[in-house]
């Protein structure tokens, strides 16, 4: 994805390509010179007289007020990241949630409707159902790759289709441009969670989609420091959620805002490193004996491949297996490694491995673990930027007992 842009903030950016964008996009000097960008850690601003603060207050005159509507160092964070993405404008908040919370409540009012992936994180899941549900905004649930699904679950109620594409943890592909296709003939918005590809890898806004929204907590920081969130398209829409965000505070912090600028300098290099690993990992485990089965997209058996190859320009890092036998035996390749983190996070350089079935997607009922393809036999890893033959060897400890 690292070709010229059409979007760019400051003239000496235009046309820039994704790369120059990720170091210098959004950043404006104080009058101190730094080279690198400042944290502005200020809940609030002064005024140079009541007549500039009345102006201030009232919109006439731009400018801070106060940090829960704007600060500098978000701000910069927000307009770099809008760089990369190619949106209009960016809006940053505490958490990914916190964005996915903050577009509907932005966007929708009761007795509307949403139809969404059956394949998204599940806090998304939960959100929707029980605490957007208890507002009167209903949720359909779809599978992600079946456009008619999608296309017939459309109510005229419906007003916003929701999904994540590679999905966690079976790493299928939803087609965005089908999608947003099909939310222009029926007048809704496509929403599109990036998290897993970045706008390193997928830039779902160049496909039509009207929204995009990131978890900065994984790749955009990249080493698992921070908590962080941001939703990204056009300003009418961006205003809205921006409005939302200054009432109800679900703000990032000047400082997380800082470690994930700098995450942006390196991204596009680190997601290549992620894409390249997890590629050679994918390959070894489709051959150990004690494998049954492997998920990425980068694998040419898979269904979502030649999809993945059109819509995105790296497969990612993440990937799943399934092993020979059930959830003793994917327990013991989990305790049997002594390098990998045993944690649900991804999008860290420390390489990451997880049982989905008791753990991020254990709230699913049985059958609706079934219908995800979520078995107890299924792990995911989540592949850093360590060397991959020392995650080979981790992961070989566990997959020889069996
Ligand atoms: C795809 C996806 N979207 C959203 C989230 C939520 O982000 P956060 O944990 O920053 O609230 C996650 C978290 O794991 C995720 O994996």
């Not at 601003?45 to 400018?63: D, L």
């Not at 209903?138 to 992600?144: E, N, Q, W």
Request: one cysteine or more.
């Amino acid at each position: 994805m690292n070709e010229p842009t059409d979007e760019f903030l400051d003239d000496p950016l235009a046309g820039a390509m994704l790369d120059t964008l990720a170091v210098r996009a959004g950043q404006r000097r104080s009058m101190e010179g730094e080279h690198s960008e400042a944290i502005y850690t200020t809940s609030s601003y002064v005024f140079a007289n009541a007549a500039e603060a009345a102006a201030r207050f009232s919109g006439e005159q731009p400018g801070n007020v106060y940090s829960r509507y704007t600060n500098p160092t978000v701000r910069t964070f927000e307009d770099r990241i809008a760089a990369l993405e190619g949106a209009e404008q960016a809006v940053a908040t505490s958490s990914g949630m916190a964005a996915i919370l903050s577009t509907c409540l932005a966007l929708l009012k009761s007795g509307d409707h949403i139809v969404c992936s059956r394949s998204v994180f599940g806090t998304t899941t939960v959100l929707l159902n029980k605490f957007l549900g208890k507002f009167g905004v209903d949720t359909s649930v779809v599978p992600l790759t079946d456009i008619a699904a999608w296309e017939a679950a459309i109510l005229p109620e419906t007003k916003l289709l929701f999904l994540e594409t590679p999905s966690n943890p079976l790493c299928e592909v939803g087609d965005l441009a089908a999608l947003s296709a099909l939310a222009k003939r029926h007048n809704v918005l496509l929403v599109v969670d990036n998290c897993f590809c970045t706008p390193a890898l997928q830039r779902p806004l160049s496909l039509g989609a009207d929204i995009v929204i990131h978890s900065a907590t994984k790749y955009l920081d990249g080493q698992g420091r921070c908590m962080g969130g941001v939703v990204l398209g056009r300003s009418e829409l961006m205003d809205e959620v921006l409005g939302f965000v200054r009432s109800a505070g679900p703000t990032m912090s000047p400082f997380n805002a800082w470690v994930f600028l700098k995450g942006l300098e390196t991204l596009r290099l680190r997601m290549e490193a992620h894409s390249a690993s997890a590629m050679k990992l994918a390959r070894w485990l489709d051959e150990q004996a004690a494998v049954e089965k492997v998920f990425y997209t980068g694998l040419e058996s898979h269904p979502g491949h030649e999809l993945a190859a059109q819509q995105q320009s790296g497969f990612g890092g993440v990937l799943s297996f399934r092993v020979v036998g059930g959830r003793d035996q994917a327990w013991q390749v989990i305790d049997s490694t002594r390098i990998l983190s045993l944690t649900a996070n991804l999008g860290d350089a420390k390489t990451t491995i997880v049982h989905p079935a008791t753990t991020t997607h254990g709230r699913l009922s049985a059958e609706d673990k079934v219908a995800a393809g979520i078995t107890e036999n299924l792990i995911r890893v989540a592949v850093g930027l360590e060397a991959i033959e020392d995650i080979k060897g981790d992961l070989q400890r566990g997959l020889a007992l069996i």
